[in-house]
């Protein structure tokens, strides 16, 4: 099932496939020199990339305002379930081959990721569907498998809800960013961003205001959300800044959610091209970087401080925290999905082209991995290393570190949502037959 309907996202594929140049990666070097007639970007030196057969200069970004700061590690408080978070998960998934332990029928397709929340002392998955659906299902314990919140959203839920304090926030394509009381199990708030009710038509700007980012809760509770541009919100739903801050800008569409650094500063990818990085305190501009293709998947970011994004052009790009390229690695197809960062600096990355990536911190290829469809999914990590990806091939898989496949589970549908990790090992997945399961 295509992830953007024709018509309403923009999913076109703005450069060539790569062909021979899937399995390279451009690494840095000293020499910058030119070099002519390259097929990959390894042909070229430096910094260089091809293009058209020729190595030039990486595209510029937009020079911060302030000198380059160091970026501090993502820790504490950035509190989201789903993909590209930063910290890998305390629990341990199985190591053999996985029973469902439970299986929920939610009624639609099941693409974003359940977020697990303690709620009256019970865990339980939060998760939305293409039905406007939100639920929320008992993990384990007594109540395991029973569906013990249910509300009805105004529009098709493509994000992973972020949860804390005992709220849950998600948007969805009504253009509204909701605020849930876990306890009373009611929509405590409702937040409708843009200004795109009269703009409601097939294709890109029809989609623009749709609240499908996110949000991400940053340290201080203040949300972040993807919708035409990015919004700090409030506790309270109200708006402390937007960017682009000028009304007359209609910004393009962010599909996921922004990556709050511990550095104060906000990383987001947009279907503009760009890739942006923001300060939290005003949304003032810090740097683009310009990739000329949709950005669909959220920033990953490792201990080092460098970022990692996926692009609709087939490549993952390395940055450093001013927004100079480190590397680019090149895929057959789109990548539009966050990648996973491990704390040896190992990056895992799926494509369109079906393959799960392995790539060093210096962007050489450790190894490759086929499924039989393409993967929307972000990879995730358990405590103990291991990869959990789906795949459109209607498979789930258990990767070790080293690219052997531990186990793989058929399921009824693509499996474009990430997997979550309770601390006792369990996994939680949800599929386009629109069941949510958990596995042990």
């Not at 501090?72 to 332990?101: F, H, K, N, S, Y």
């Not at 091209?273 to 310009?290: E, F, P, Q, V």
Request: hydrophobic share 40%; with cysteine; proline share 5%.
């Amino acid at each position: 099932m295509s992830r953007k309907p024709a018509g309403k996202r923009n999913f076109t594929v703005f450069a060539a496939l790569w062909g021979a140049a899937w399995l390279t990666a451009c690494p840095e070097t000293e020499s910058p020199e030119e070099v002519s007639g390259c097929r990959r970007d390894t042909d070229c030196k430096g910094e260089r990339i091809c293009e058209a057969g020729a190595c030039v200069a990486p595209r510029p970004g937009v020079a911060a305002n302030s000198p380059a700061v160091a970026v501090a590690p993502v820790t504490g408080g950035w509190r989201r379930g789903g993909p590209g978070r930063p910290d890998q998960a305390l629990g341990t998934g199985p190591e053999g081959q996985p029973q469902i332990v439970w299986d929920v029928d939610l009624g639609a397709v099941v693409f974003g990721s359940p977020t697990l929340a303690t709620v009256g002392g019970e865990l339980v998955a939060l998760v939305g569907t293409h039905a406007g659906r939100f639920v929320g299902v008992a993990v384990e314990g007594a109540r395991a498998g029973q569906v013990v919140l249910d509300l009805s959203l105004g529009g098709m839920v493509w994000a992973t809800a972020a949860a804390a304090d005992g709220r849950a926030y998600v948007g969805a394509d009504d253009d509204t960013l909701y605020a849930i009381d876990l306890a009373a199990r009611t929509v405590a708030w409702t937040l409708k961003v843009g200004n795109c009710g009269e703009t409601r038509a097939p294709g890109p700007e029809g989609a623009r205001c749709d609240a499908d980012g996110g949000p991400t809760i940053a340290a201080d509770g203040d949300l972040y959300l993807g919708a035409d541009g990015v919004y700090r919100i409030g506790r309270d739903g109200k708006i402390r800044w937007h960017y682009p801050a000028e009304a007359t800008l209609k910004a393009k569409h962010v599909f996921a959610a922004p990556l709050v650094a511990g550095d104060g500063n906000v990383y987001v990818g947009s279907q503009d091209g760009l890739i942006l990085s923001l300060r939290s305190a005003d949304g003032s501009l810090r740097w683009t970087y310009n990739v000329r293709a949709d950005v669909d998947g959220g920033p990953a970011m490792g201990e080092d401080g460098n970022l990692y994004v996926g692009a609709d052009d087939g490549r993952l790009y390395a940055l450093r925290s001013d927004g100079r390229l480190r590397w680019s690695f090149v895929a057959q197809k789109d990548i539009r999905a966050a990648a996973a960062v491990a704390a040896s600096g190992a990056v895992y990355v799926g494509s369109f082209d079906g393959n799960l990536y392995a790539l060093a911190s210096n962007g050489d290829v450790k190894w490759v991995l086929p499924t039989g469809g393409k993967i929307a999914a972000s990879p995730v990590l358990d405590a103990g290393g291991t990869i959990y990806v789906g795949s459109q091939d209607d498979h789930l898989y258990a990767v070790s570190a080293k690219g052997r496949v531990l186990w793989s589970l058929e399921l009824p549908g693509d499996v474009d949502s990430s997997v979550a990790i309770s601390d006792s090992g369990i996994l939680v997945v949800g599929c386009d037959d629109g069941h949510l399961r958990a596995l042990k």
